[in-house]
């Protein structure tokens, strides 16, 4: 599976890692195993890595459907969800650039793309300052 993720609930933020070549059957897999989490909340921020990612399905019409399963999800109780996408690379921020479009103009979802982790954790109000030391000290 090109996907994971790790909630680190005491930082209502989520740790999405895509890597290789990026299928969305993949993506609706890990949404559904997320949706059923029960460490998953209302509200938590996405960190969605993509450094390792070398590929993509440029399906965008599958894409919408799949960000609106997300919106349904994301969206729940009426909370805001922050999403930043790690794109240190021209193909990745391709890929945030058409996610991107794909939530224009829903309210309720804020999207930033960062090029560096420090960048990332940043706008995510975490004081690490790389992925490696988020995930070896959150949980």
Sequence with gaps: MSVSFTILP??????????????????????????????????????????AVTGYDADYTRLLQIQAQKADLFLEQGRQTVMVYFAP???????AAIVRRSWDGLDGIVMRTA???????????????????????AG
């Design 10 to 51: 005491r930082r209502g933020l989520v740790y999405v890692r895509y890597e290789g070549y990026v299928h969305h059957d993949d993506t609706v897999a890990a949404l559904g195993a997320y949706s059923r989490h029960p460490d998953r909340a209302p509200g938590q921020k996405q960190l969605i890595d993509l450094a």
């Design 115 to 137: 090029e560096t982790e420090a960048e990332a954790l940043e706008i995510l109000g975490q004081p690490e300052r790389s992925l490696t030391e988020l995930l070896a000290g």
């Design 89 to 95: 690379t021209r193909i990745t921020h391709e890929m």
